[in-house]
């Protein structure tokens, strides 16, 4: 043994490889000095029965998936033939385990995993040869060639105000990643047992050292995974696992809008500092151009007269005032035309100027930024109850995430629903309730009133969450991502939006008889006493024909 080792000590040195050896009750030692390496390699040299009990009680408390492992048996099994039928699962391997076997001098790498707890999965995996060395037999990677879970079931936890996914009548998963976690776990034959519906995602409560919601039941081992959409935080990546995020949004404000418009005094001087310097030295220029020619042909007339005189025509041109009396001189004449042509055509500029300005209807908001939004202080600040906002703003030690916690409600007060916080804030025109847009857009697709939203520049990464450590973590990551690439999350979506468009009821005209109608033509008035009128045929004759009002 000594010798073997020797041997390959010298040859993965050879190769590059930093190595050291232990016996295999060092195992959990071991971890201490590797923690660094991204994964570490450990080739397992099994000589004896005996050899196969150290090793199986070794690996009772430890990740099997920390490493990539090479077991090699180095004796011929008897009865039984752990190499080639292991009982249970003797070296307690997971779904995400990496290791290889070679039984004694057989010319085939055998891949051993685990679905179940109590059973080991072999597949062949390479052929080895001494002249043409490993030639793989599957040459997809570990996940890729991992794609049935032979009916495995996920214990998993609903949040029942998810955006994303909810119950339908059938009892069947639903919504946009509903529909893609059923196409999901039928392509990889597996599937999702219910345990519990919660009504909050969770939040950490440092007091008691624990988590609510969702989340809490994952972590307290309750659950497998969480069938909805969870936004990402560091908190919550200490607690539970996330998949690749299938949503990327912006976080919003959402205020009502704003009853004041900006229209203030200075709003009536639509023109630039520019323009209207420009405006009052077209005015004097007149002024002085009109004394010039006047002073050659009027000669009885005193300065003084011809300054006020001029002054006044100028400034009734400007201001649309007509000429008490027409000069005779072609170049006075020339010079009063290009004034009333300039003054027409400023009139006209500052008049669609003035109209557009005021019909944009642009409104005063108190604040563009969640910065600006604590500087302005009136504002109440409303988010979902237990959710990644209140959980960052509650146990955030940022100076800005402590300025918003005391404009936040108390938590009590919280919504537990998105529709729900969106009422408060129409009830409360000094409330804004923070959220990502497409949860808005999801939820609240008619608002009980107008709502205005304020860029707050964060974005929003979901994803679905799964219990630490999950052997099953980087499977679903790899084909989720594999699932979303293809665009199988985009024809989702193309079908529940013709189911949703299918779902709406349309209208037929009503058909109306004579009792149905009452025409008064003397009054010249045309009344139509209909339960319900949807035939544009019938709006046409009582507008266009009569020429009256419906």
Request: proline share 3%.
């Amino acid at each position: 043994m000594t010798t073997t080792m020797f041997k390959w000590t010298r040859a993965l040195s050879r190769e590059g490889f930093m190595t050291t050896k232990f016996y295999f009750s060092d195992l959990h030692k071991s971890s201490y000095y590797v923690n660094q390496i991204v994964r570490p390699i450990y080739i397992v040299i099994i000589s004896n029965d005996n050899d196969i009990s150290e090793f199986s009680s070794a690996t009772d408390t430890f990740d099997m998936s920390f490493a990539v492992w090479l077991v090699l048996f180095v004796y011929k099994g008897h009865d039984p033939d752990y190499c080639h039928n292991p009982p249970d699962n003797i070296f307690h391997l997971r779904f995400d385990s990496h290791l290889m076997v070679r039984c004694g001098t057989d010319t085939i790498l055998r891949e051993w995993y685990s679905i179940k707890t109590n059973q080991t999965e072999i597949r062949d995996l390479a052929t080895l040869n001494l002249k043409k060395g490993v030639t793989k037999i599957i040459s997809n990677s570990l996940y890729d060639r991992n794609y049935n879970l032979q009916g495995l079931t996920m214990r998993a936890v609903l949040v029942k105000t998810s955006p994303f996914v909810h119950i339908n009548e059938a009892g069947e998963l639903d919504g946009l990643l509903g529909r893609m976690l059923m196409e999901f776990s039928i392509t990889l034959n597996f599937s999702f047992e219910i345990v519990s519906e919660i009504e909050t995602y969770g939040t950490w409560n440092p007091e008691n050292n624990t988590w609510s919601g969702a989340i809490g039941e994952l972590y307290s081992g309750r659950g497998d995974i969480s069938l909805s959409g969870f936004s990402m935080t560091n908190a919550r990546l200490n607690a539970v696992d996330f998949t690749f995020p299938f949503v990327t949004s912006k976080f919003f404000l959402y205020i009502q809008e704003p009853e004041i418009f900006t229209i203030k005094w200075t709003s009536y001087f639509t023109f630039s500092r520019s323009i209207w310097i420009t405006i009052f030295a077209v005015l004097i220029l007149a002024w002085i151009l009109l004394i010039f020619l006047k002073v050659k042909i009027r000669d009885d007339c005193s300065m003084g007269q011809l300054l006020s005189d001029n002054f006044l025509e100028v400034w009734g041109i400007f201001c649309q005032q007509g000429l008490k009396d027409f000069p005779e001189r072609s170049s006075l004449r020339i010079a009063y035309f290009s004034i009333i042509l300039l003054a027409t055509i400023l009139l006209a500029t500052y008049s669609a100027s003035l109209i557009s300005y005021l019909t944009a209807g642009i409104h005063i908001l108190p604040f563009n930024s969640l910065e600006s939004f604590v500087q302005d202080n009136t504002y109440q600040l409303c988010v979902l109850r237990d959710s990644a906002e209140y959980d960052t703003f509650a146990n955030s030690n940022g100076s800005l995430e402590k300025n918003l916690k005391k404009l936040m409600l108390d938590k009590e007060k919280l919504p537990i629903s998105i529709p729900e916080g969106f009422v408060k804030v129409c009830n409360n025109h000094k409330l804004a309730i923070l959220t990502s847009k497409i949860v808005k857009d999801i939820l609240v697709r008619k608002s009980p009133c107008n709502i205005v939203s304020v860029d707050t520049g964060r974005l929003n990464a979901v994803g679905i969450i799964l219990s630490k450590r999950n052997p099953f973590t980087h499977f679903i990551n790899f084909h989720f991502k594999k699932f979303i690439n293809n665009g199988m999350n985009n024809r989702i979506r193309d079908i529940l939006s013709e189911k949703e468009y299918n779902d709406i009821t349309k209208h037929q005209p009503v058909y109306i008889t004579s009792k149905d109608i009452f025409l008064l033509v003397k009054g010249r008035r045309c009344r139509w006493y209909l339960d319900c009128i949807q035939s544009i045929e019938l709006l046409e004759f009582c507008d266009v024909k009569r020429q009256n009002r419906l």
